[in-house]
Nanobody, 122 residues
Framework: QVQVEESGGGLVQSGGSLRLSCAASTRTFSSYAMGWFRQAPGKDREFVAA????????IYADDVKGRFTISRDNAKNTVYLQSNSLKPEDTAVYYCAAGRAISMNDGWYPYWGQGTQVTVSS
């Protein structure tokens, strides 16, 4: 069982930046791929970014490529999402998830956090 907890959300103006963090409570953090997903009001949850167990591979949704960067620190059991050039359409609850393999499919991640709200004002 893995527990994950997101932090770092908030209100930011369009064009601004936020760094989201996700701390995992497991002794085997490096054996989990990690993903970030988001859900805007009235919309389905969607993939944002994911990183492999070692951190050597990353994948991104097309609409965040070049603006968001996912990274991890296995010594700190933490994964990060650096979000730059934020747009109002990035407003959503952002969720962190842990799974056994890097994937854009949320079904591959059995462990989820409660989410952190990101609001981008225009």
């Amino acid at each position: 069982q893995v527990q994950v907890e997101e932090s770092g959300g908030g209100l930011v103006q369009s064009g601004g930046s936020l760094r989201l963090s996700c701390a995992a409570s497991t002794r085997t953090f490096s054996s989990y791929a990690m993903g970030w997903f988001r859900q805007a009001p009235g919309k389905d949850r969607e993939f944002v970014a994911a990183i492999s167990r070692s951190g050597g591979d990353t994948i991104y949704a097309d609409d965040v490529k070049g603006r968001f960067t996912i990274s991890r620190d296995n010594a700190k059991n933490t994964v990060y999402l650096q979000s730059n050039s934020l747009k109002p359409e990035d407003t959503a609850v952002y969720y962190c998830a842990a799974g056994r393999a890097i994937s854009m499919n949320d079904g591959w991640y059995p462990y989820w956090g409660q989410g952190t709200q990101v609001t981008v004002s225009s």
